[in-house]
């Protein structure tokens, strides 16, 4: 833990020094392009901060900055965003003017959604051209998420996240305003690959980590809302990346007039050097390619199409070899002898899992009148999902002695694992929403029906190979075994009204009240979730905010399959009396902005009532559903932010997070292992986030990014001795969540140089960035997952399933 406090205070160390260089002034007026009249209250930032001021009633902007070239955003209600760049000379006022051209289409759009994310509790906002400097192992849109309150993901390989005590399945994501799902099936982080949020397209990143609008249905836990740049009178803009890990390009553009603007995305990754670095040494080739693209049609000033496709195909390849893995203890005491053992395991076979995904969505609005809005919208929703492996092993377990490194074998084990599993997954939507804004009101509302497919395939079996009881010679146990075949479709319909309502002028006093009905046709359930939320500024440094709902979550089919059995066919296993997992949720905050310091102070308390719940176990990142309503529990916990300019011009933030979640067995379904309040798999104490930016001092072209991950150990449940056939004992569930994993631990460190390459015809500058990264600074050894095996005595080993150690990647972006 000193290295942490060293390391924080060695962070803000820098920020003195900084202040020690050279300032200067950026000053000037902002117009309307079209009148050349001075605009009030035109917000001006350094772009990707929140560090700036606003204009004037003439229209006048200053502040002060560290010597140096800067990209300014000027924005305001009713107009297109611009951005110029301004050259900021120690001791000198730099002048830089910019006129606003009207971007009536997008008027209503804007004001409505800024409202909506103020008046929101448990809202966290992540700007996608800072979140794109974080270091990680793949420029994921998910993995940033990591650095946001009440967010939890101890695992560098995988893109799930729990947030505030809710599973991996509990979080609802929204990619311009259209649902998309995660894999469904996947065993481990490496397969997962990219994630299909991009955040190179990415306008705004907002995460509702709690008490989300009746707008948003279906989870428990929270909603991930994203939407995507849509190009208005530009020119051609774009990026492109390029690391020893990863590449990417985004483009977009604007034509005839603005009336139609386009972006297109491409991503690849072939990170074959990262994923060896694990215990298991093999062939590793995974192969992720991701294809997104956005269209913007607007014919007239009243109607608009909107269309955005996205084509994903993630392979993972793996040809595994060998692995060695030590674990116990070394004692230097020689009153306490050392308990240290290794496995030594040869793998012959393969393994390879797929997802394809694809999507495609079109939305066209009209604007009825002034101040009434008429959406609809279709998509359609596809992945398919496949794994097969056919892997033996052969395992040796030793006792080893660390002063001389001998290696004492203690007994072996071979196993043989073969799957050919498949699921596909489809939904069709239709939806239409309107929108209503009368004089201090943002009213709402929508109705959706949507189908839905699956259709799964099981083929595997487990085998294990071991001396008979008389010992001369092999036993073969089957482990596992399963094959069948289901194929459901079902749908869902439903609706939501709500109205966010201006009760005290200058938004002092902002209300938002909805409710939301939905039903879902295989269990026949009707839903009703109503939902509050309330924000009050008490001062013009102080505001307080609370939310209240009911929300449920109807059954997916992972719940519905449960643990399924060669019994029965999988089609009569499917849960028809299986209900909705319901959380009623209760969060209360306050922001307190320090002027002085340009930081925001934020903190913000829940409790969650949980019922009707379906347990759960997770192995490294698959969920294994109990397929029944088993449960009820809850959850509270505190979030704390300090977020803002630690150092002027970069924002940075420190995020703490306490949190407990209990869950409770009816009595129809305890035994002796799960009675009482138990932990639930997401019951993670303490969670530390920060993510730092600096400049180097003297030269502001330099920047240095800092990401410190810290969770308390999560709670899993350790195997008890069962049947013993020959040498071979068999494992069942022991007490719940009555162990945990050790403590997550994690710094990763960027450096990045930011050099002027040319100039575009029209003037606009062309960048590069040269990153250096080292991930996992100081090599921390992270756990993710226990495999178990019996010792000769019966007694049961733990064998750690270990993350990445320390990985360096250098990136190069380009932007133009």
Known sequence: MARWVLLLLSGWGIVPALQAQGWGRVAGRVTDAETGAPLPSVTVLVDGTNYGTATDEAGRYQFRLPAGRYVLRFSAVGYATQRDSAVVVRDQTTLLDVALRVEVVRLEDVTVEARAVEAEAGVFRLDPETAQRIPTPLQSGFQALKVLPGVVSNNELSYQYSVRGGGYNENLVFIDGFEVYLPFRAQKGEQEGLG??????????????????????????????????????????????????????????????????????????????????????????????????????????????????????????????????????????????????????????????????????????????????????????????????????????????????????????????????????QTWTATQRWQFYPHGHALEGGAYVRQLVFTDRLDERAVAVGANPSGDGLLRVVLDSLRAQVHLRTWQAGGYVQDAVELLPENRLFLTAGLRLDYFAFNHQWTLSPRLSLRYKASELLTLSGAWGIYYQPPSYQELRGQPTPERPLSDQLNRNLKAQRAHLLVAGAEYFLPRQRLYLRTEVYWKDLDQLISYEVENVHLEYSGLNDSYGYAYGLDLQVRGEFVPGVESWVNYSFLVTREHFLPAYQNSYNRGWRPRPTDQRHTLSLFVQDYVPGDPTWKLHLRILFGSGLPYTPPV????????????????????????????????????????????????????????????????????????????????????????????????
């Open 196 to 425: 299909l949020l991009n955040l190179a397209l990415a306008e705004r990143v907002a995460l509702y980590a709690g008490g989300f609008p009746a707008r948003y249905g279906g989870k428990l836990a929270s909603a991930l809302e994203v939407t995507y740049r849509r190009p208005y009178q530009e020119p051609l803009k774009g990026s492109a990346t390029l690391s020893l890990l990863d590449a990417g390009m985004a483009v977009g553009s604007s034509v005839r007039q603005g009336k139609l603007g386009w972006m297109l995305g491409v991503r690849k990754a072939r990170a074959r050097r990262f994923f060896s670095t694990q215990e298991l040494k093999g062939n590793y080739q995974p192969d992720y390619t991701d294809v997104q693209g956005t269209l913007t049609l607007r014919p007239s000033a009243r109607h608009t199409l909107e269309l955005l496709g996205i084509a994903a195909q993630h392979n993972f390849l793996l040809d595994p070899g060998t692995r060695k893995t030590y674990f116990g203890t070394v004692s230097f005491d020689p009153t306490k002898p050392s308990n240290l053992e290794s496995i030594w395991l040869n793998y012959d076979g393969q393994e390879r899992a797929g997802f394809h995904t694809y999507f495609g969505g079109m939305r066209w609005s009209s604007w009825l009148g002034s101040s009434a809005r008429l959406a609809q919208e279709l998509a359609y929703f596809e992945t398919v999902e496949e794994e097969a492996r056919d892997v033996r092993a052969d395992a040796v377990l030793y006792q080893v002695d660390p002063g001389s490194g001998e290696h004492v074998p203690e007994g072996s084990a071979r196993q043989r694992d073969v799957a050919n599993n498949q699921v596909r997954v």
């Open 721 to 816: 001795p069962g049947q013993r056939v020959g040498t071979y004992v068999a494992q069942v569930p022991g007490p719940r969540m009555s162990a945990r994993y050790p403590e997550y631990q994690r710094v990763d460190l960027g450096a990045t140089k930011t050099l002027e390459l040319t100039q575009l015809p029209d003037g606009r500058p062309v960048h590069v960035e040269l990153t250096a990264e080292l991930l996992n600074v100081f090599d921390m050894t992270n756990t993710v997952d226990y495999t178990w095996i019996p010792g000769q005595n019966g007694i049961w080993k733990r064998i750690p399933t270990r993350l990445t150690p320390r990985t360096f990647n250098v990136r190069l972006r380009v932007q133009f």
